[in-house]
T-cell receptor, first 114, second 111 residues
Framework: EAQVTQNPRYLITVTGKKLTVTCSQN?????MSWYRQDPGLGLRQIYY???????DKGDVPEGYKVSRKEKRNFPLILESPSPNQTSLYFC?????????????FGQGTRLTVV | AQSVAQPEDQVNVAEGNPLTVKCTYSVSGNPYLFWYVQYPNRGLQFLLK????DNLVKGSYGFEAEFNKSQTSFHLKKPSALVSDSALYFCAVRDNYQLIWGAGTKLIIKP
């Protein structure tokens, strides 16, 4: 089954404690991205990657890091989480070179930073 | 700059009535338009897309969308709403490899 898998689904952590949210896709997609979703603000892109070892900042990259060492994985790293990073996070993937294809989303990770 | 607007934060519809969720866009060139739905505690699911051709696009769960180039709109519609259609709906337009998103519209279907 084609899918994007995020882990964990729920996470409560304390300010400053490094964390990683994993994302994996099994569709051989080149393009992967991370979004955060906040009430009234819709989806905002954090980082994206067009292929292995190619990453770039989205609209709200501050406080986040990513890596793309393998095509299927695109982890999101919060080196020193702060309460304003409490949010719902989504990973998505799609074929980069085909503009008419849809994106596939993970189930989401609800992060609370206290 | 490319943009997508969903002018209604919330739409309330009685079960069995037709529904419309509005979306307008601003892009240069030909638009690739998408609708996604988010059910509570779930990720976004693809509903339908407009690439080219027929202005009326049919998608999942009985939804359809009408592309109107002159009005730069891509409204989501369904002839008869179900309570289970209650969810958050997002419109998006493709800009090269990125998706530009609307803020979302909460659809509430009342029995």
């Amino acid at each position: 089954e084609a899918q994007v898998t995020q882990n964990p689904r729920y996470l409560i952590t304390v300010t400053g404690k490094k964390l990683t949210v994993t994302c994996s896709q099994n569709m051989n997609h080149e393009y992967m991205s991370w979004y955060r979703q906040d009430p009234g603000l819709g989806l905002r892109q954090i980082y994206y990657s067009m292929n292995v070892e190619v990453t770039d900042k989205g609209d709200v990259p501050e406080g986040y890091k990513v890596s793309r060492k393998e095509k299927r994985n695109f982890p999101l790293i919060l080196e020193s989480p702060s309460p304003n990073q409490t949010s719902l996070y989504f990973c998505a993937s799609s074929h980069h070179r085909q503009e008419n294809t849809e994106a596939f989303f993970g189930q989401g990770t609800r992060l609370t930073v206290v | 700059a490319q943009s997508v607007a969903q002018p209604e934060d919330q739409v309330n519809v009685a079960e069995g009535n037709p529904l419309t969720v509005k979306c307008t866009y601003s892009v240069s060139g030909n638009p690739y338009l998408f609708w996604y739905v988010q059910y509570p505690n779930r990720g976004l699911q693809f509903l339908l897309k407009y690439i080219t051709g027929d202005n009326l696009v049919k998608g999942s769960y009985g939804f359809e969308a009408e592309f109107n180039k002159s009005q730069t709109s891509f409204h989501l519609k369904k002839p008869s709403a179900l309570v289970s259609d209650s969810a958050l709906y997002f419109c998006a337009v493709r800009d090269n490899y990125q998706l530009i998103w609307g803020a979302g519209t909460k659809l509430i279907i009342k029995p």
